[in-house]
Nanobody
Framework: QVQLEESGGGVVQPGESLRLSCAASGRTFNNNNVGWFRQAPGKEREFVAALRATLGATYYAESVKGRFTISRDPTKSTVYLQMNSLTPDDTAVYYC????????????????WGRGTQVTVSS
């Protein structure tokens, strides 16, 4: 069993940065692929970024490529999402997820989810 808890959300102005953290409990966490998703009001949950447990390959949605970076510190069982050059379109609740499926971009492929952290980008 893996439990996830996100933190680091907040209110920022356009162009600013935030770093989200996802702290995990459970001995098998570091063997899981991890992903970040987000959901804006009235919209479906969408893929943001993922990191594969084997080889550490990373994947990003086109909308965040070049601005967001996913990383992992296995010694702390924590996954990060560094978000730079934020825009109002990035406003959403951000969720981290973990699982072992091959497909990383679909929410349905993840087994474990955090409760989310709100990110608001507004001037």
């Amino acid at each position: 069993q893996v439990q996830l808890e996100e933190s680091g959300g907040g209110v920022v102005q356009p162009g600013e940065s935030l770093r989200l953290s996802c702290a995990a409990s459970g001995r098998t966490f570091n063997n899981n692929n991890v992903g970040w998703f987000r959901q804006a009001p009235g919209k479906e949950r969408e893929f943001v970024a993922a990191l594969r447990a084997t080889l550490g390959a990373t994947y990003y949605a086109e909308s965040v490529k070049g601005r967001f970076t996913i990383s992992r510190d296995p010694t702390k069982s924590t996954v990060y999402l560094q978000m730079n050059s934020l825009t109002p379109d990035d406003t959403a609740v951000y969720y981290c997820a973990a699982g072992s499926a091959v497909i990383l971009t679909s929410p349905s492929r993840y087994t474990y989810w955090g409760r989310g952290t709100q990110v608001t980008v507004s001037s």
